[in-house]
């Protein structure tokens, strides 16, 4: 308006444009050439607002949109996924994936705790698989010792008597049989132990066996044992059947193992009791020992658990953990005690019908 010679006429002019059509007519443009500097910068920075203003504006709405969207919806669940990965990263399981909105990160972030809980599961199952091999292993040496001891008594026994020629022929071929069926023993349990990988997947094979085979292997146990451990021993016997169904190998594991706790922790001796009543065959060991402590009365039965003295061999603790799960592979079970008078009283059950 500052550049307009006659005001009037334009003023004139916009009153009749508004009267006949309603409305102001636009404002006539001036050449930028006659503008004064300040007016010229004016119009410049009208016209550069103008003409950006809505991208700017349009980008500013978008900025604060996004964030808004990025706080109440993006940045929780992602905080949770990423603190999750770096849980898992450390092995750190035992947590849970917890966001409640049921939209697209809701649903990622129940995929994610899925994936979680398989890992866990898979984490487990493979502790699991390598406890099992651990016992596996330890149950292997622990039921070599005995035989081996057997065959190293019977070593000795030869060395001893062979060479000053007190031993008969009939003795010394008794002697050789005796090695030959603890070798083949070993050999049976080696190859048992390779064909399974725990120890629940082993088989029970019952056959019959005469009562008096089944009673001289178990005096020569004890006799092998009482040598090896310097104690005293007696066996008991009322089985009135002449022949009993009997996987002998679990036997003879049970038996030994039951019995060598015994010796080892006997003051003097120990008693074996052998009972058959009806389909079941008891096998009864006592010693005269302190008995089972509190402690190992709730857990002598858990694998590698044992209680050392200071005059004690190291030992696996698998010995009670493996003749309780083969009484109940023979369909019978184990339990443990103590005597009125002192002493520890394990008995073992065999099904043998």
Known sequence: MNYIEDKQQLYEFQNAYS????????IPSVNKSI?????????????????????FISSLCVFFALNRFYRHRLKNPLEILQNGAEKIGRQELDFYVAYEQDDEMGQLCDAFEQMRLQLKDNNQMMWKMLEEQKQMRAAFSHDLRTPLSVLKGYVEYLNRYYPDGRLSKEKVIETLRELDEQTQRIE?????????????ERKVNRKLMNKASVLKKSEEVLHTLAEKYGKTYSIQETIQQKEIQLDIDIYMEILENITANAMRYAKKEIRLELVDIESWLYMNVYDDGTGFSTEALKSARKPFYHELNENEEDHYGMGLYLCDNLCK???GKLSIGNQGTGGAAVKAQLKIK
Do not use: C, Y
């Open 19 to 26: 009267e006949k059509f309603g409305e102001l007519p636009p």
């Open 35 to 55: 503008l004064s500097t300040t007016d010229k910068w004016f119009v410049e920075m009208l016209d550069w607002i103008q003409t950006w203003s809505m991208f």
């Open 188 to 200: 049976n349990f080696a190859d048992t132990m390779k064909d399974i990988n725990r120890l629940d």
């Open 329 to 331: 592979k023979h369909g």
